[in-house]
């Protein structure tokens, strides 16, 4: 306990190898690696950006904390990843085009992954040429999209039509997420499914290719 709260207060500092150290101590004491990831990591990452939204880090500190936090995923990955045998399905993901967050993106391809998935990470600010181009070599069941901006939030919808312009949409089961979406959102773009967060992404993803 005494050590999360330190953890959190490392990743708000942006220490990258103390987040390193912390999650391999609280590995060795046999914590599961999901509860590490939410209870250390993803909970001080909220922390920060409480901060950040309130005007007291700025995006040097943000950029700091997000790198100590990818440090400590990085642990994490391999054995939220071992689980799986065989493979559930593809998955091909990305943060849409103009945004380049991708922390939580990136925790919905390990849940996924750990999950049973293949899972191809196109990475940030992919535009329609993109998706469709990974689409058509990857030929996945699902497509995930990222936006954690108001701003570009409005292009999963531009990716969506562009699959309907090309017959595409029915392929694919559609899944978005980030922070400013919603339910409703994630229906009146036409996606298949809106997820909150990364656990319920996996969760959505299994149940949708069984
Ligand atoms: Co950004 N930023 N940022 N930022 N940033 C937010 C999003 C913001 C809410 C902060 C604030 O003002 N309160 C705000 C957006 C406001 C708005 O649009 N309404 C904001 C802003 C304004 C900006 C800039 C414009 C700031 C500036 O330059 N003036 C700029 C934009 C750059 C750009 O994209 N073009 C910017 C930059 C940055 C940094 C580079 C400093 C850094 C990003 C580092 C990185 O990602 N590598 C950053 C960060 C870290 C944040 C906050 C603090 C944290 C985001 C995060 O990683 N959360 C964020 C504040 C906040 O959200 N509280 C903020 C942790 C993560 C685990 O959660 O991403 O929500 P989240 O993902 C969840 C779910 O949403 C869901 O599952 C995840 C895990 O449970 N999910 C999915 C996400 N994607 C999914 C996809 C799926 C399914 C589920 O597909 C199937």
Redesign the pocket.
Known sequence: EDLVSQMHDDLYDGLADEIVEGVEILLSRGWGADRVLNDAL?EG??I???D???GI?F??E??L???A??AGMAIIRPILAETGAEPMGK?V?G?VK???????????AM??EGAGFDVIDLG??CDVEAYLSALEEHQPD?L??????????PYMKTVIEALNERDLRSKYIV???????DENFGKAIGAD?????????AE??KQMVT
């Open positions: 993803v990452m909220g920060v950006g409480i950040f939204r309130d880090l995006v040097p943000v950029l904390a997000a790198k936090m990818k998955v993901i943060t103009g945004d380049i967050h991708d922390i939580g993106k990136n925790l919905v849940m996924m940030i600010n699902i995930g999209m990222s936006a954690l901006l108001t701003t570009t939030m899944l978005v997420g980030g922070a400013p979406l499914g809106y997820c909150r967060d990364a656990a319920i992404a959505m993803a």
